[in-house]
């Protein structure tokens, strides 16, 4: 399969950018992915069911995620949970992602708007 550069799905929508983010780490299913995101934004960021999984559903066909045959937790055996994982396609788009926050964030810092401090 021949990918695109990563840059052409920039920017993210901000749930796919967090999709991402709680795949970079471990292998998750869907309700995981919504609680890590909840985790790590403190509440701020909830995803929905109805855009977690058409978020899914897209990163799937773009080839950025992809679904497990099995789970990666033996000791869980819910057959109705899907598990998915971060592609190495969907690792470089997340760090092009990045990069450009990062970037945005530099110019920030220049114009006054950001100390640099959290």
């Not at 950018?17 to 934004?41: E, K, N, P, V, W």
């Not at 092009?96 to 640099?116: D, K």
Request: charged content about 25%; cysteine-free; overall charge positive.
């Amino acid at each position: 399969m021949t990918f695109p550069e990563p840059e052409t799905f920039l920017p993210l929508p901000p749930a796919v950018f967090h999709i991402l983010l709680a795949l970079a780490d471990r292998d998750r299913h869907g309700y995981s992915i919504m609680q890590d995101t909840a985790a790590r934004t403190g509440g701020k960021t909830q995803l929905s069911a109805g855009t977690l999984y058409s978020s899914i559903r897209r990163l799937l066909e773009q080839g950025l995620i992809e679904e497990l045959a099995e789970s990666p937790d033996p000791t869980n055996s819910d057959e109705r949970r899907r598990y998915y994982r971060l592609t190495r396609f969907g690792r470089r788009v997340a760090a092009a992602e990045v990069e450009r926050l990062r970037s945005l964030l530099a110019q920030a810092r220049l114009t006054g708007l950001s100390t640099g401090k959290a």
